[in-house]
């Protein structure tokens, strides 16, 4: 008689410590894109040559959609190869994808080129929307609204420092040099996802689209309309956010002839700093306010706030608007994703998160368009107007469409 021997089952996958690597790694990473981002404006006109306000504005906006665009478009084609091949090699392909589209901006001599490779670094990136979905799927679900409040606060401290040190290392340094820094600092990001973020076995499903939106509609009456309505408010979250770091930084540049490249970085260090400290205490205030209620209330003030940057006639009351602003909008983002995660039962989780992502990547491809457009057609204060009516419109997509998620 023989006995066979009988492999032990895998250990299962320890969420929390996922959680923390991730944490470090989308820190690594958005520190590497924020490094370098911000200051599109400032490399256009010092670097590239792009004199004229109203055509800087115009470039500004191209070159901050180009990437928003093609990661709208990539995200459902990454999203159906990470069904196939996991989320943990997706998020590598995006670190490096986007370390490598970052790094070459270094090399750009025109507008046109930079144009490209942001559009590039959009269809090969994409960490945020591949994080969350690991974080989403890994974690216990009772735990996923914290989870994603823990996460988005490494992506609002990596906004926070990245502008910082970016701006300071690009004044000394010059700008090319940071881009080229921010290429290593993502790459540099794969090293904690690679060693210590496990994922767990994927199991073959012959489930397509209509046992998704049935699974939804399962999980509680109305949660295919309520998903939805997130889609479209994430959309707008993001389009009026992406309109306000390029727009920022130009308003800065027509009040502060010298030292602008610096100044942004110190302002949006204080933006992201203070979006992180929201993002950290967010959670406090949703479980007493409810999600949809903080959401809104954050979503009417950063209009308010962003109607005071338009007539802000200094440098000193573009940086506090800036300042208050990163208090608001750091509770805004973690709530409309963890109400989407709380809609969204855990064998749909992903491929909801898929659909977000295309969602968001349309905000920050229209953000910069518009305020750009705005700005360029008009003036800089057009375009942050344009960005508070988003915002405003935001404000009562929440107050009437939205509903509190089921905990």
Not at 371 to 400: E, M
Request: glycine fraction near 14%.
């Amino acid at each position: 008689m023989t006995i066979e021997a009988v492999a032990p089952p895998p250990d299962p996958v320890d969420w929390r410590r996922n959680l923390a690597a991730l944490w470090f790694a989308e820190f690594t990473a958005i520190f590497g894109f924020s490094f370098a981002f911000p200051f599109l404006p400032v490399f256009l006109h010092t670097d590239l040559g792009v004199e004229n306000p109203h055509q800087l504005a115009l470039w500004t906006g191209l070159a901050g959609s180009a990437s928003g665009f093609a990661l709208a478009i990539a995200s459902p084609i990454w999203g159906a190869v990470g069904d196939r091949f996991g989320r943990k090699p997706m998020l590598v392909r995006a670190m490096v994808g986007g370390g490598i589209a970052v790094g070459l901006m270094s090399l750009a001599q025109n507008p046109v080129q930079l144009v490209v490779l942001r559009f590039v670094q959009g269809a090969s990136s994409g960490t945020i929307a591949a994080c969350n979905a690991l974080v989403a799927t890994e974690t216990p679900r009772a735990r996923v609204g914290w989870a994603l409040g823990v996460l988005t606060s490494s992506v609002a401290l990596g906004g926070a420092l990245g502008p910082l040190a970016g701006g300071l290392a690009g004044a000394a340094f010059g700008l090319r040099a940071i881009f080229a820094a921010g290429g290593v600092l993502l790459l540099l990001s794969t090293i904690p996802v690679l060693l210590l973020v496990r994922e767990s076995p994927r199991i073959g499903s012959a489930e397509g689209r209509t046992s998704a939106l049935a699974a939804l509609r399962a999980q509680r009456p109305g949660a295919v309309r309520a998903v939805a309505v997130l889609l479209a408010s994430m959309t707008l979250y993001y389009t009026f956010v992406g309109a306000l770091q390029p727009l920022a930084v130009l308003r800065l540049v027509e009040l502060v002839r010298s030292g602008a490249t610096a100044i942004s970085g110190v302002a949006f260090g204080a933006f992201g700093l203070t979006q992180s400290i929201a993002a950290a205490l967010y959670s406090g205030l949703a479980l007493r306010l409810g999600y949809r209620k903080l959401a809104g209330l954050v979503a009417g003030g950063s209009a308010l706030v962003l109607l005071g940057m338009a007539h802000a006639a200094t440098a000193v009351l573009v940086v506090l608007c800036l300042v208050g602003l990163g208090l608001l909008v750091g509770s805004l983002g973690p709530s409309l994703s963890s109400m989407l995660g709380l809609e969204s039962p855990p064998g749909v989780q992903a491929r909801v998160f898929g659909v977000g992502s295309s969602a968001t990547a349309l905000g920050f491809a229209f953000g910069p368009l518009l305020g750009g457009g705005l700005a360029g057609a008009f003036d800089v204060p057009a375009g942050i107007t344009g960005a508070a009516v988003i915002a405003a419109l935001l404000t009562g997509v929440l107050a009437t469409a939205v509903r509190e998620p089921a905990r």
